[in-house]
């Protein structure tokens, strides 16, 4: 388990996807999410973007 994640409580629409994002884009391999923050596709969404971009 990585020593470092981002949470994302309480972070929606424009700002998750960036927050997570930038943080998969700088190292981050921890994403703290539940389905109780109601962020599921925005924290998805970046994920999957983070997949399709080249290294």
């Known amino acids: ?5 981002l949470g994302t409580w309480q972070v929606t629409g424009d ?3 960036k927050a997570v994002s930038d ?3 700088i190292g981050y ?3 703290d999410t539940a389905q109780a ?3 599921e596709d925005e924290v998805g969404e970046a994920i999957r973007r983070g997949f399709e971009a080249p290294p």
């Open 1 to 5: 388990m990585p020593a470092l994640g």
């Open 15 to 17: 700002g998750c996807r």
């Open 23 to 25: 943080a998969l884009e």
């Open 29 to 31: 391999r921890h994403i």
């Open 37 to 39: 923050y109601e962020n």
